[in-house]
């Protein structure tokens, strides 16, 4: 359906497919930062996002909880992730546990260059690429909003491109929109901002900028009321691919009245 | 029974000798594996396990000894991301 006749975003109208799955939400809601596993639970549940984010860390048997059993009963989707390495090698090695664990071949590329900025490493991130498309895996890139970098992905292979916003749990919102605007334009693979987001206008900006999807988890586990964020962000998403959609209106540098000047009153008719 | 010593995810420990890797895991986690190393009960494992560094797929569990000196990591998903 052609974006000018839709009145209404839904599965049917307008599915997010990605990695050849079919998604209703955009909303990719992660499981990091969560206070207790019921607070993450009703977040979830609120925010209507079908896939998330998982860690791959030691089992433990006295582990309280299990995240992966909670995703099951909620019928959620578990991508997981890379988090953590600094180099390909163990990026690589953490991807082929994690195809074990969850029996997917969907990985969440993150190959982090130092713990203050916990930004992608370029080459690490690449040479990893590489490496786990040979071997079959769907990979989520976690990246830079840099341009060249997410072409470079998209030929080497990439399920999705997912430039950070800004730094991971900054809340700083999208740092250089004109960048992830490039990176849309440019991709032929969806694109899903991640890292970043503070605020549900910081999701809707994404969306409005033309990604297919937007991951996010700090701005919601941490917040004060989650699952009431969650809300937030779930009709964020939903207004920003909407406004996407229907096409903005054209910024100007001076004003266009909204009302007609023709029926005025002849006497209150001044000079302009 | 002899014993031998392994690390299990960074911890040192000490285990029955002759076990297969299914063996090893079924005990670890409490949870009893048929011979394919799927839960008994039914239930997904959500488990993945490398030893010296290299994953030992599911379906070679039963067949791979556990020997003396092994570093063991056994991981699932947890919160992240």
């Known amino acids: 359906m052609d974006a000018h006749e839709l009145t209404e975003l839904n599965a049917t109208t307008d599915p997010f497919v990605v990695a050849g799955r079919t998604f209703s939400s955009r909303l990719i809601l992660g499981t990091g930062g969560a206070t207790s596993l019921s607070t993450l639970e009703s977040a979830l549940q609120i925010s209507g996002t079908e896939l998330t984010t998982v860690a791959i860390r030691h089992f433990s048997a006295s582990g309280s909880g299990n995240v992966y059993e909670l995703l099951q009963r909620n019928d959620v989707i578990a991508l997981p992730n890379t988090a953590g390495c600094f180099t390909a090698r163990d990026a690589v090695l953490t991807a082929q546990l994690a195809r074990e664990a969850l029996e997917t071949n969907w990985i969440k590329l993150e190959v982090i260059a130092d713990e203050d900025t916990l930004l992608p490493d370029p080459l690490e991130l690449y040479w990893a690429t590489e490496q786990l498309v040979a071997d079959g895996f769907e990979v989520f890139a976690y990246t830079n909003d840099d341009p060249a970098l997410a072409q470079r992905l998209q030929d080497a292979g990439v399920a999705a491109i997912m430039p950070a916003g800004a730094p991971i749990g900054s809340g700083l919102g999208i740092l250089n929109p004109h960048n992830i605007s490039t990176i849309v334009s440019r991709s032929n693979v969806p694109v899903i901002l991640d890292a970043g987001v503070g605020t549900a206008s910081d999701a809707a900006l994404a969306m409005e900028l033309g990604c297919d999807a937007v991951l996010l988890a700090s701005a919601v586990t941490r917040a004060h009321n989650a699952p009431l964020m969650a809300a937030a962000m779930r009709d964020g998403v939903k207004a920003g691919r909407a406004a996407y959609l229907a096409g903005r209106i054209p910024k100007r540098d001076t004003a266009l009245a909204s009302s007609p000047e023709e029926g005025m009153m002849q006497t209150l008719v001044g000079e302009f | ?81």
Request: charge should be neutral; hydrophobic fraction near 40%.
């Open chain 2, 1 to 81: 029974m002899t014993s031998i010593s392994i690390t299990v995810n960074n911890q040192p420990v000490q285990v029955d000798a002759g076990l297969s890797l299914r063996e090893f895991i079924a005990r670890h986690i409490g949870k009893e594996l048929d011979k394919d190393s799927k839960a008994i009960d039914g239930s997904k494992l959500g488990l993945a396990a490398a030893v010296n560094g290299a994953v030992v797929p599911r379906s070679s569990w039963n067949g791979f000894a556990v020997q003396s000196g092994h570093t063991i990591e056994l991981v699932t998903a947890a919160q992240g991301g």
